[in-house]
């Protein structure tokens, strides 16, 4: 590799490490307070190129809300406490932790020993397994080296005093909401009142959520405040869902490790799929996924069973690959009629439909986790260079654009010709510093094509493109570009040039 402060694991380029010092030096993401030594851990910013991009995912996903049907809200975050006392976060929602008798550092035990054996979950074991598993491995603390000797549950969720009447600092009377979700539960009566009347209704909504993690790390895998994208399907007819996109996914079967490549209506009738609600909640995931560029390949969706919600009727974790790994980014629950049903047992006005509480089948996505994974998945590099490949719905810009040399006439010819153009706002220009740097600066926040103007353009009225992952250059009429980004997002280097090419 050209940068020699790149990292390698087991041999190979530390990909999450090139992706860092991308997001840091382009300003696309980067921690929260980072001017003070003692910032946040788990809280990060999305500079301008981050947002765009992340907007787009966000695009995409409207795109799937608009296919469903569904109206979108955006809740409130901080939430009641008897809000959380009916969902069983405030009894149920915690973490456990092991923690060093010599510093009190702590950390959330199952995935410490997740990474020492990622072949199996740690969730839900005994204090006593735990302290077990960790001798068996031979785990210390990672700042000391002291023992891990003693396990502790931590609360997940940020309690928060309302008002003047504060308990006497003794006692949380709400929280920031865990999981974006509950505000879509709170809601459905009113929405379904004045824009439903009938089920299957569907709500949507993007929001911040937010948890006390004991150690988050992995960047913007596992942080404190985070983006849900969140779809709630009310329905009471598993029947109502018979159609649906079908699409060949990859199901893994985690209770005994079978994989099975298939079609989604073969799984369902197979069994492999349970309910038809289940089927159709998975092709819409399919197609959004495959929308924001991943590969079949790499997505599968694996199968739940002990290990899901205790109300769960179905369960399914959407996971994307990452190297020799595989990330959790949705959560695809049949959560029967529990959430409504627990409202109603705390107190809250009746909630029925015709009598009867709908069921509930949840889609949840982990936006800022779609977004990282989206550019990980993209990072390319070869001996000279690294770019991120983005899909073309994802990219911050459609096309940059630059002089080759910062030169008033060029520059004029920038403003008469192409900040002319119905794209513009979806142009970066740049006219600083030499040609290879602003090229490498287009390529490494992933915009798919690079125009450069000469002084031939002064003369002729033609510009050079220049693709991001093949490098290839053709010499276009200006007066064409429009169409030519208008085709660009569709269609290859090797079409633009066939038909675009100035001769």
């Not at 696309?28 to 910013?45: C, H, L, M, R, T």
């Not at 002064?458 to 030519?484: A, I, K, P, W, Y």
Request: proline share 2%; charged share 30%.
């Amino acid at each position: 590799m050209g940068d020699q402060n790149l990292q390698a694991v087991d041999g190979n380029v530390d990909i999450d490490d090139i992706l860092a010092k991308i997001a840091l030096s382009r300003g696309i993401f980067f921690p929260s307070a980072e001017i003070f030594g003692e910032n946040i851990s788990g809280v990060w910013d999305y500079g301008p190129l981050g947002l765009k991009i992340f907007n787009n995912i966000l695009r995409e996903w409207r795109e799937t809300l608009y296919a469903m049907d569904a109206v979108e809200i955006s809740g409130g975050v901080i939430l009641p406490k008897k809000v959380l006392q009916a969902s069983g976060h405030e009894a149920n929602f915690f973490d456990v932790a092991a923690v060093c008798d010599k510093c009190g550092t702590a950390y959330r035990v199952d995935k410490l020993l997740e990474e020492t054996d990622p072949s199996r979950s740690y969730e839900g074991l005994s204090d006593e397994d735990y302290l077990d598993r960790i001798k068996v491995y031979g785990l210390r603390c990672k700042k000391c080296g002291g023992n891990l000797n003693k396990i502790k549950k931590f609360g997940s969720m940020f309690g928060l005093e309302i008002g003047v009447q504060k308990n006497d600092g003794k006692e949380a009377n709400a929280y920031l909401r865990p999981e974006a979700c509950q505000s879509i539960f709170l809601d459905f009566k009113r929405l379904f009142m004045l824009y439903g009347k009938h089920l299957p209704f569907t709500i949507g909504q993007v929001g911040k959520a937010f948890r006390n993690e004991i150690s988050p790390r992995n960047g913007l895998l596992r942080q404190r405040e985070f983006y849900q994208n969140d779809i709630e399907i009310f329905f009471s007819n598993d029947s109502d869902f018979s159609t649906f996109k079908d699409a060949r996914i990859i199901i893994f079967d985690k209770e005994d490790q079978n994989v099975s490549d298939l079609m989604i209506s073969e799984a369902l009738k197979k069994g492999i799929i349970e309910n038809s609600v289940t089927a159709y909640a998975l092709s819409e995931v399919a197609d959004l996924l495959n929308r924001l560029g991943f590969k079949s390949e790499d997505v599968r969706f694996r199968k739940l069973y002990a290990d899901k919600a205790f109300y769960s009727k179905e369960s399914f974790d959407v996971e994307i690959k990452k190297g020799r790994d595989w990330v959790e980014v949705m959560a695809c629950n049949h959560r029967g009629d529990h959430d409504l049903s627990s409202y109603e047992k705390y107190g809250s006005s009746s909630v029925k439909i015709e009598g009867a509480i709908p069921k509930i089948f949840e889609i949840s996505a982990g936006t800022d986790r779609l977004f990282y994974m989206a550019l990980y998945n993209s990072l390319k590099f070869d001996g000279e260079r690294r770019w991120i490949s983005l899909n073309g719905r994802l990219t911050p810009f459609k096309a940059a654009v630059f002089p080759l040399l910062t030169k008033d006439e060029l520059r004029k010819f920038v403003s008469d010709h192409i900040k002319t153009s119905k794209y513009s706002r979806e142009i970066y220009f740049l006219d600083s510093g030499n040609i290879g740097k602003m090229y490498r600066k287009a390529d490494e926040v992933g915009i798919p094509i690079a125009i450069t103007v000469d002084y031939q353009s002064l003369q002729d009225n033609t510009v050079t493109l220049r693709d991001r992952d093949s490098m290839g250059q053709f010499r276009f009429n200006v007066n064409e570009l429009d169409s030519l980004i208008n085709e660009s997002s569709t269609t290859g280097f090797s079409h633009l040039k066939e038909k675009f090419e100035a001769h």
